[in-house]
């Protein structure tokens, strides 16, 4: 029965909660999607500076552990997975249950001496709550028997339409990348919209045309655990409505709610990892009107395509404005201001929602992430090779087996390509041999030859083309210089 004192006790601790600086290690945060993972091997990441290894037990649950053995801490993401379902550290054969407890160490004298020494707490592995929700791999980010309870008693932020709508709410494919640029830099892109039509020019908008005036309202008020939201004002004949939600600590939704009902979600999420870097994990659903008409995605990104080609494509995207990312966060770090706002000037309402971010950032939020103990919480310099930072291949390709199928799959057309191609080749210089020879005189070749011939060049194009498009694994270069 809810009486009057427990009412004003739930309001008491309500008000304690937002008052109380944003707790970042208390929270659930999305490191990747399941079904991109090689359940076969270990993953090494990192979580708020922490070195942590992602890996799947024998019951199929993935597992979230500190990336270090507790024998002499050589990192288990170099170790195993065996068929028994542990983790095996490559250093000394130490293995591990999906606990994080020692169940084997090999070099010890007897049974009964490998059993104590499996008993100590010192033998057991540091492990993280987790949990699978729509697909993504969510892990708690402190650890211990206290971070078990907490961690149940908080839900990560998941997408609410796809539990309530699932049979109106289609969900795209996911897309994850690791951004060399921090969390909050993230965040406070997204939470601009103004810059859509300018740095993603071509794909989605004119950076000529739709550069417009616009309001941001506010909709819901900032809180400490619960972030905020804005409204903007309609920017299209077909839509009733645009709302930016920040919800702490890694998402953000952005609904288009349309004029005949339907929906398009932008479900954005973004963990940070380690200084100037931070991994995005995002997705589109699309949701139905009552007329049962599916809403319009984001540009070609909502066209029916494989998942690998969608991750290809999304360079296009993410480099757009990837690069003066990265470097206004060290413009911003040499400015060495107190405050955001005296480093900035920003007089129009379309940055409403960029201030109040970096209000609740400043205010709310510590004004900086607290980085775990060891980890060096200094800003990396500036990248000045571009090519390291258009880099596709250590950021998404080398942690995602579908891509990594793919390519496998497109260097092996390749090489087949060029191999045919090769064939049909030496088949119409043969074919005009002998017809020269059975002729002795010089005449306009066969249809043989020039079908040969044909096959061959198209067999080489195909070859020169894959293997340009297996190079958007690797990098994907973009300068808006060159974007007319």
């Not at 708020?48 to 053995?69: E, H, P, S, T, Y």
């Not at 969390?183 to 739709?210: C, K, L, M, T």
């Not at 249809?447 to 498009?469: C, E």
């Amino acid at each position: 029965m809810v009486t009057e004192a427990n009412l004003q006790k739930a309001i008491e601790q309500h008000q304690q909660q937002e008052d109380a600086t944003f707790q970042w290690t208390k929270q659930w945060y999305p490191v990747a999607v399941v079904d991109f993972l090689d359940p076969t091997r270990p993953h090494a990441m990192q979580l708020l500076g922490k070195d942590v290894v992602l890996w799947r037990d024998g019951a199929g649950k993935w597992r979230c552990f500190a990336d270090a053995c507790p024998h002499r801490l050589a990192p288990l993401s170099e170790g195993r997975v065996e068929s028994d379902g542990t983790l095996l550290c490559a250093y000394h054969a130490w293995r591990f249950d999906s606990e994080g407890k020692c169940v084997s160490i090999p070099q010890s004298k007897d049974k009964e001496t490998e059993a104590k020494h499996c008993t100590n707490p010192q033998s057991c592995a540091i492990a993280y709550p987790t949990q699978e929700l729509q697909g993504l791999l969510w892990v708690w980010a402190e650890s211990g028997v206290q971070a078990e309870v907490e961690s149940q008693q908080r839900n990560p932020r998941i997408i609410p339409e796809l539990e309530e709508n699932s049979d109106r709410a289609k969900k795209l494919f996911w897309n994850i990348r690791d951004l060399p640029y921090g969390w909050d830099f993230f965040i406070e892109n997204i939470s601009d919209p103004a810059h859509v039509p300018v740095s993603h020019h071509g794909i989605i908008g004119n950076r000529y045309q739709d550069a417009k005036y616009y309001d941001m309202i506010s909709i819901r008020d900032m809180s400490t655990q619960e972030g905020f939201a804005y409204q903007i004002t309609p920017t299209a004949p077909n839509i009733a409505q645009a709302i930016h939600d920040f919800q702490p600590p890694s998402h953000m939704r952005i609904v288009t709610n349309n004029t005949d009902g339907g929906q398009m979600i932008l479900a954005l999420y973004a963990t940070p990892t380690r200084p100037g870097w931070c991994r995005h994990i995002g997705c589109q659903v699309l949701v139905k009107n009552q007329a049962g008409k599916q809403s319009q995605g984001l540009g070609f990104f909502a066209l029916p395509m494989p998942i690998w080609l969608g991750h290809v494509l999304a360079s296009l995207f993410l480099h757009q404005d990837m690069v003066f990312l990265h470097y206004q966060e060290k413009i911003l770090a040499k400015q060495q201001k107190d405050r955001w706002l005296d480093a900035v000037f920003t007089p129009n309402p379309q940055d409403k929602m960029v201030i109040a971010f970096r209000q609740w950032w400043e205010k709310r939020a510590g004004g900086g992430i607290p980085w775990a103990e060891g980890c060096n919480a200094e800003l990396p310099p500036p990248e000045r090779d571009k090519q390291k930072l258009f880099d596709v291949w250590t950021t998404h390709t080398q942690n995602c087996r579908v891509c990594q199928d793919a390519l496998k799959n497109i260097n092996r057309l390749t090489v087949l390509a060029y191999i045919l191609a090769a064939i049909s080749l030496f088949l119409a210089v043969m074919i005009d041999a002998r017809s020269l020879a059975i002729s002795g005189e010089i005449f306009l070749p066969p249809l043989g030859f020039w079908l040969a011939l044909g096959s061959g060049i198209i067999l080489a194009i195909g070859g020169y083309l894959l293997k340009k498009l297996s190079r958007l694994f690797y990098v994907y270069e973009f300068e808006h210089a060159h974007n007319d």
